[in-house]
């Protein structure tokens, strides 16, 4: 569900007219639905209740600090993989005991970063990590709590590139030689083993692969507390998928994997986080653009729009399909054309769909792209030298710009001519 409707013929963010926002802002702009980020939030943590749980959200998704204040303030916790992100949750008011460091290549200076700060937990995913948090977190002289990442060898059943949990991944350690890295975790005087911790993809539209990898956690759990480990925290990850198209089958609910999760390990006994990201953001997301042309070709008809790959990278990275809608409602039985929605790089690969049925659109025409809170503005980038373009934040009648577009001057200034050219 999502806060972006029609209304009088209008497109509609909660209680404000996306064309106002167009006319204010400028297009493209991303639009966030304060309504949509809260209630998908709630939803996931309502589906934990009766556990000892925290909700972390996958800053990955959507790092914006006026959205990560507001589910901070709402009582989520952050999931980070930079030392950037945390940053920006520490800006966002979160305080460090909220904050998990996830990651594979985290540096010792992150670390530093993060010891200092503040945090819950370190998810190490090597023995080389472990050694190199010991050694700062001695050299800090405190104690970095840690759970380990274990690969479970489970088949997400997702993209190829947004598989985690296989063993040819390049994320975690092989599960089957967890007891030994927990012994060596266990010697290092640095490092407080507190956990396990696993993820095995994102987008994920069935239950199943996460029945299995939690089936192989809980049964790690009792080995390890056999071993003399104290395990008190178990870390699931996110993952769980979202349907991109209006006429695809739903993936499940948040109660329905929240019953998974008490079925698998609520027996166990230990403190539950989860990721999630997508679920939490990508519905409560829109990018709107403006028609500039419409061409002809050979044989199809072209929608040149003012986004392009730079601002919306899925489509050209996965494959991926966002829901197009014009922002004035077409009448109903309008015919529809099928249109080939590209954007102005300079490459075949700008293209958002291709033989797109929809009603005919002319020049200055909006249009929204759902889906579009999650893996969107984070991956955006100047190329072409096109500036990143705005995020907005919008609650009930009000709205407000969250990230300004930056002018040329902006960017050219972040450029330095050396004195001897």
Known sequence: MDHFLYRDGQLMAEDVNIAEIAAQVGTPFYVYSTATLLR??????????????LVCFAV???????????????????????????????????SGDKIVFSGIGKTREEMRLALEGGIRQFNVESEPEMEAL??????????????????????????AKISTGKKEDKFGIPISRAREVYAMAAKLPGLKVIGIDVHIGSQLTELEPFRLAYRKVAELTEQLRSD??????????GGL???????????????????????????LGCEIEIEPGRLISGNAGLLVAKVIYVKSGEDREFLIVDAAMNDLVRPAMYDAWHDIVPVIEPAA????????????????????????MLPPLDPEALVGFRSAGAYSAVMSSEYNSRPLIPEVLVNGDQFAVI????????????DTIPEWM
């Open 241 to 267: 998928g979202i349907p991109y198209a209006r006429d695809n089958n739903a993936p499940p609910l948040p109660r329905e994997y929240g019953a998974l999760i008490k079925e698998e390990v609520g027996h």
């Open 60 to 94: 990955k998704s959507l790092s914006n600090v006026a959205v990560l204040k507001l589910l901070g303030d709402a009582g989520a916790g952050m999931d980070v993989v930079s030392g950037g992100e945390y940053l920006r949750a520490k800006a966002a008011g979160v």
């Open 403 to 414: 990230r300004r577009r930056p002018t040329f001057e902006d960017m050219i200034n972040r």
């Open 134 to 159: 010991s050694q700062v977190a001695l050299s800090l002289n405190t104690v970095a709590p840690i759970t380990v990442r274990v690969n479970p060898d489970v088949d997400a059943k997702t993209h």
């Open 333 to 356: 039985g309008v015919d529809q054309t099928p249109y080939d929605v590209v954007g102005p790089i300079c490459e075949s690969g700008d293209t958002f769909a291709k033989g797109r």
């Open 228 to 237: 003399g480990h104290d395990i008190t925290r178990l870390d699931l990850g």
């Open 40 to 53: 998908h939030f709630k939803l996931f943590d309502d589906a934990l209740s009766g556990m000892d749980h």
